[in-house]
């Protein structure tokens, strides 16, 4: 892949990182629930170090390295369970469900770019990406699961 093309990627992976953060600051808007608020934004400022760490490698002051790979669990919760529309107020189980489909549209992406790539720098950092938006969809889904399924005192 020549340099121009992969300057091109990075361009729009960042613009996307960008997308992704005012899609969590403004979903974060909607619910009244702090901690929900709270992970919300979380997730916001996650964006913008994807933001910073492909500035960077565009840069070239990180290397490829600098993300690792990590094991995730997949609940699959977002491929099962409809988007619920996000309207002017949501109920904490809505907003983990939004985020959930969010990320797993950037992983979607990612890894589609990383099939699309030979082995190398570019395919690595695309997983490596991929990795990071499915580890947020992990933290989603499980605060998901815990807030629509709470645990009752009889199990």
Same mark, same amino acid.
């Given at each position: 892949?020549?340099?121009?093309?992969?300057?091109?990627?990075?361009?729009? %992976?960042?613009?996307?990182?960008?997308?992704?953060? @005012?899609?969590? +600051?403004?979903? %974060?808007?909607?619910?009244?629930?702090?901690? &929900?608020?709270?992970?919300?934004?979380? /997730?916001?400022?996650?964006?913008?170090?994807?933001?910073? !760490?492909?500035?960077?490698?565009?840069? *070239?002051? &990180? *290397?490829?390295?600098? $993300?690792?790979?990590?094991? &995730?669990?997949?609940?699959?919760?977002?491929?099962? /369970? @409809?988007?619920?529309?996000?309207?002017?107020? =949501?109920?904490?189980? @809505?907003?983990?469900?939004?985020?959930?489909?969010?990320? $797993?549209?950037?992983? +979607?992406?990612?890894?589609?770019?990383?099939?699309?790539?030979?082995? *190398?720098?570019?395919?690595?950092? =695309? =997983?490596?990406? %991929?990795?990071?938006?499915?580890?947020?969809?992990?933290? &989603?889904? !499980? $605060?998901?699961?815990?807030?629509?399924?709470?645990? +009752?005192?009889?199990?």
């Amino acid at each position: 892949m020549s340099e121009k093309n992969l300057g091109n990627l990075i361009d729009i %992976a960042i613009e996307r990182e960008e997308a992704a953060h @005012d899609f969590y +600051t403004k979903l %974060a808007e909607k619910v009244d629930e702090q901690t &929900v608020k709270d992970t919300l934004q979380f /997730l916001a400022k996650e964006e913008l170090k994807h933001k910073e !760490y492909l500035e960077g490698y565009r840069a *070239g002051t &990180v *290397g490829p390295d600098t $993300l690792r790979m990590s094991h &995730v669990v997949d609940y699959k919760i977002a491929e099962h /369970l @409809d988007e619920p529309e996000a309207e002017a107020r =949501l109920d904490s189980k @809505d907003a983990y469900l939004i985020a959930a489909h969010r990320e $797993l549209k950037s992983y +979607t992406f990612y890894r589609a770019l990383a099939d699309l790539h030979p082995d *190398g720098n570019a395919k690595e950092i =695309l =997983l490596k990406m %991929a990795n990071e938006e499915l580890k947020h969809k992990e933290k &989603v889904e !499980y $605060l998901y699961a815990n807030t629509a399924f709470p645990q +009752t005192a009889g199990g």
